[in-house]
């Protein structure tokens, strides 16, 4: 997801309901402080999935029923029971994350959307379990918009996520594309490179508009939220493309004046976008 995994997570937002708010708040702040202790700060990955294993514990005295002692998990723990959530959903999250800490390349894309399953697409299935549209349908176009996003995140953040020692473009198709990872240290913008990315770009497009009919399977605020969330990852790819993928010296973002064309653009949004 843009900048990073939760940035689309709509917890302030004026479109979500105001009795949604406490569960969305609640599923944040687990997700954020967890993906904080994968990524933030200078510690060891060994203290860093210890420290993931202690949610892990927390998530267990949840799903048998007790009330964990800490305050943000109380208050998780009585927004789980309250809405009904697949605790199975928030262990998927960890398990990404910890994934984070131990590894840093991917063979092929199989192995790529296996991690976006588990690090993006249980944050929109939760979203649709708090709204009472959890239908195979709709997970199935949720778990597109979701990965999507991820993936978008992953191509306008290559020079960043290199900084990091990782690298979320499939080998395969690295080696598919003449594309070494010396080049991506570099920075070098080539033909090769431009394919790879062109590649990458019409992938996580085509997922989006795949999932994109979920704007309009929803009735009310949130159909309209995950029509600004689909038309700002549609913005985005536009933005990558329109730096002829040179993500290393220009990272895509929207400002200002990407907001209003959004808006518009959400307005005018058909069933099958164009």
Known sequence: ?????????????????SHLREPVEAIYAFARSADDIADEGDAEPLQRLAALNDYRRELNTIDSGG???????????RNVRAHQLPVILLRDLLDA????VVKTRYADFAELRDYSRRS???????????????????????????SSLQF?????????????NRV??????????????????????????????????????DMMLRGAPLAFALPGRIGWELRLIVQ???????????????VFRRRPTLGKTDWLRLVWRAITMTRKPA
């Not at 080998?171 to 062109?198: C, H, K, P, Y």
Request: net charge negative; hydrophobic share 45%; proline share 6%.
């Open 97 to 100: 994350f910890s994934q984070d």
């Open 67 to 77: 009330i964990p002692d800490i305050a943000m998990f109380a208050r998780l723990a």
């Open 1 to 17: 997801m843009p900048v990073d995994h939760y940035e689309n997570f709509p917890v302030a937002s004026l479109l979500l309901p």
């Open 168 to 205: 979320y473009l499939p080998q395969e198709d690295l080696l598919r594309f003449g594309v070494s990872e010396t080049q991506i240290a570099e920075g070098r913008i080539d033909d090769n490179w431009r394919t790879l990315m062109r590649f990458q770009v019409e992938r996580a497009r």
């Open 120 to 146: 993006a697409d249980p944050v929109g299935r939760l979203l649709l379990h708090l709204y009472k549209a959890a239908t195979p349908g709709n997970l199935s176009n949720s778990d597109d918009i979701c």
């Open 152 to 164: 978008i995140n992953f191509w306008q953040d290559v020079a960043v996520d290199w900084a990091k």
């Open 232 to 246: 700002g990852g549609l913005r985005t790819l536009e933005q990558i493309e329109a730096v002829d993928y040179d």
